[in-house]
């Protein structure tokens, strides 16, 4: 962790107190399962921090102990099990068909193309420019001026990591900086459908604060009546916009109210 801090801030913890503030979490959540915590792929689990349920995926410290211990002690020992008893006659599962040539071949190409560029940039120097990006326009307090601004310099950024980027090593090695470069590659258009998620979602909730919806209190502005819903964004290729769908949220028992922390 200290050397973590170092690296991040340029100073050293053991010789000056550590600087701590409040951050967001920007990806809060994972695969979606069952109560059997089968994902929507049959056969497919994900347990522990891969799912969506109590803390979702992206955790710190010892909080997810209790995912693990409730996914892999309580539930998936008394699950699991039945899927496997009826499924242990099916044959080995073959790799020769047409979807799986195109993932492997789709996978490949990007690798390709990655170690071709050939830049000056290193995959941790695009990544620190892209956190800069979302920090200033896309943290916890966001507008509508700074997220189209956010927009139009993660597109830029994006185009100037497919011409200067530098990946060190061989392809087909154990090679962590390529490792590193395809996250990123993945982190522009993440950071994209955070951005336009932030803009499409015209209220302030939770973790989503809008300076322009807030009361004369500053307190969040929500807006039950048109935002009550999951955003599910589907992907629809490099070129062009994700599509939106959503995913209404009733409320039975407990209706939802405003909350003041004043």
């Given at each position: ?57 992206n955790r ?28 242990i006659k ?171 922390y004043k």
């Open positions: 962790l200290f050397d973590l801090y170092n690296k991040v801030t340029g100073i050293n913890p053991y010789e000056e107190p550590m600087r701590i503030y409040p951050a967001s979490h920007y990806t809060m959540g994972g695969l979606w399962v069952d109560y059997n915590l089968m994902t929507t792929i049959p056969g497919l689990y994900a347990i522990g921090e891969a799912n969506f349920s109590d803390h979702g995926a710190l410290g010892a909080s997810s102990l209790m995912q693990c211990s409730g996914d892999g002690y309580f539930i998936l020992p008394v699950t699991i099990g039945d899927y496997l008893a009826d499924d099916t044959p080995k599962i073959t790799t020769d068909s047409p979807e799986f040539d195109e993932s492997e071949k789709a996978v490949k190409e990007k690798l390709e193309r990655l170690m071709s560029v050939n830049g000056k940039q290193s995959p941790t120097s695009f990544h620190k420019r892209l956190g800069h990006i979302l920090w200033k326009y896309s943290g916890m307090k966001r507008n509508e001026e700074g997220l189209k601004k956010a927009l139009v310099e993660i597109n830029e950024l994006k185009e100037e990591f497919w011409k200067d980027v530098n990946v060190v090593g061989e392809m087909n090695d154990l090679n962590h900086e390529l490792e590193k470069a395809a996250r990123v590659a993945d982190f522009f258009d993440l950071a994209s459908l955070i951005v336009m998620d932030a803009l499409n979602r015209k209220e302030s909730c939770g973790a989503h604060f809008r300076e322009e919806y807030q009361t004369e209190e500053g307190e969040p502005q929500r807006d039950d009546e048109n935002y009550s819903y999951v955003a599910a964004w589907e992907y629809t290729g490099e070129t062009s916009d994700p599509k939106l769908h959503k995913e209404e949220l009733k409320f039975e028992f407990v209706k939802p109210v405003q909350r003041s």
